[in-house]
């Protein structure tokens, strides 16, 4: 990957990464265009997908990670990738570096999952060094994560600019995610509770945070198989919580609808 990232910079070609772990859905597609869009039509788009196991706190999680790799080719082939990176693994056997944030990742998914970030972290970095990339496209989905992609790039002076694709969503407002796979007929339909905390939110500017978030609670869990992970109100920049909910912050949240865990967010 490293030799074939060297030719398309020695000739001068711009160069797109989408880091993915697969399961590709019309979210990821919708990066894939975003990418195409910056490298234009004589660039280079790279659609990485690794199931990264760094990142995962929970093994049972990791063993039922959806897995698609010869249906995630033809939809890349459908956009025009120029190259998928699909490695068997990235990490020697005794491999003992790991990346750790200590600012934006002590919040949120930070906070649910034990050393989640210093796994996405590290992952990227070693596909910001393979690949190369101008470019780099993450989805808005998981604002959090790239909040601090954003920051390890400004930090380690990472030479890849960080874009964001905005959250695609199904006709019920049910963020796309390859999660949903996982999701019973009923649970599928429940799911859908999310998007509709963030509009209630985005209806209830000027509200206490405090105030604000219990309502989100009882609200989505009326329904009966969801509960809520948690909630929070940020500054946009920082992730920082914010005591009234005003526009131009924004709702971060995730709840378990059974067994399978969704996250979501929205700007105010």
Known sequence: MQRQAAVWRNA???????????????GHRSLIRVARRKARVDGIV???IYVNPLQFNDSRDLKIYPRSLSAD???????????VFAPISL?????????????LTTCLEGKCRPGHFAGVMTV???????????????????FQQAT???????????????LLGPTKREEDGLAISSRNLLLTGPQRRQGAVLSKAIEFSRQSLGSRAVDLKRKLKRLIEKEPDVRVDYIEFVDTLNLKPVKVARK?????????VGSVRLIDNGLL
């Open 124 to 142: 990227v970095a070693k596909l910001f060094n393979l690949v190369c990339p101008d470019f780099s496209v993450f989805g808005e989905k998981d």
């Open 12 to 26: 001068a070609q711009r160069v797109v990464l989408v880091p993915t772990m697969g399961a590709l859905h019309e």
């Open 248 to 256: 131009g912050n924004r709702v971060l949240l995730a709840a378990r």
């Open 148 to 162: 601090v992609i954003k920051r390890m790039v400004r930090d380690l002076d990472f030479p890849v600019s960080i």
């Open 91 to 103: 990490y020697e056997k005794d491999a003992s570096v790991v990346l750790v944030e200590n600012d």
């Open 73 to 83: 080719k033809q939809l890349c082939r459908e956009e025009s990738v120029d190259a």
């Open 46 to 48: 790279v659609v990485s």
